[in-house]
């Protein structure tokens, strides 16, 4: 049986002194969970949080990276940076980035290699928008993105890559897929997974959901057959308010 993976995306959110209290407070409300715990902090963040989380069962991941190694990339941080400090995780192609920083399939699937080179474990999200859905080309949009995200990739990398389905019109606006659309759209992604890498494979991929999730409706979403957790914006910045979706099924 897969086992659930709750993920925090900060987005740019906290400062050091505000990061530290934070998991202060939710090392103390998780510590009894057998669901995996993971907050993705901004770079600023990483080293304090990683300081802090030492003796709890919360992993520490990143927002995002560059897929070289170094070089001339004004701005950027590498996979190997982030190895060198200890980050486990790092969000791949969320479609924030993809909107507002130029990001494509192409350099999605760059960046979820070098992060494989740098022992890195990628959340990567894929989504389809408003206008996509309403088109009824959702599982077309998710698949294709899914596919092109893993390309070349192993079986074994492919086990330990975290897909996030992460619909874009529910992300910020309050707006959720219902469960059974979302466990739909995640049962898609998992199809086309079982299509490329097989069976075994698809049925090891952690899928988790992403879009508006609160402590009201993380039981219903995660209680679904194929939904592994999720990947959670603004309720994550609170640290009752994570906890609650951590500890769902209490």
Request: glycine share 8%; with cysteine; aromatic share 8%.
């Amino acid at each position: 049986m897969r086992r659930k993976v709750i993920a925090g995306n900060w987005k740019m959110n906290m400062l050091p002194n505000e990061a530290m209290e934070y998991i202060d407070s939710l090392s103390k409300l998780v510590k009894d969970s057998e669901n995996e715990v993971i907050l993705c902090v901004p770079y600023t963040d990483l080293f304090y949080c990683l300081m802090s989380a030492q003796d709890t069962n919360i992993k520490i991941g990143a927002q995002n990276m560059h897929f070289a190694e170094k070089g001339a990339y004004t701005g950027e941080i590498s996979g190997k940076m982030l190895k060198s400090i200890g980050v486990e995780y790092v969000i791949i192609g969320h479609s924030e980035r993809r909107q507002y920083f130029a990001e494509t399939d192409e350099s999605v699937n760059k960046k979820i290699k070098a992060a494989f080179e740098n022992e890195l474990k990628p959340i990567v999200c894929v989504g389809e928008t408003l206008e996509q859905r309403e088109s009824g080309i959702t599982n077309e949009i998710i698949t294709n993105q899914t596919r092109l995200a893993l390309e070349g990739l192993t079986n074994e990398q492919v086990e330990n890559t975290i897909v996030a389905y992460e619909p874009i019109w529910a992300i910020g606006t309050g707006k959720t897929a219902t469960s059974d659309d979302a466990n739909e759209a995640v049962k898609a992604i998992r199809e086309e997974i079982k299509r490329i890498y097989g069976v075994d494979t698809a049925e090891k991929v952690i899928i988790q959901y992403g879009g508006s999730v609160k402590s009201s409706n993380a039981k219903e979403l995660f209680e679904t057959s194929d939904i592994d957790g999720g990947l959670v914006g603004g309720a994550s910045l609170v640290p009752d308010e994570f906890a609650k979706i951590v500890n769902f099924e209490k």
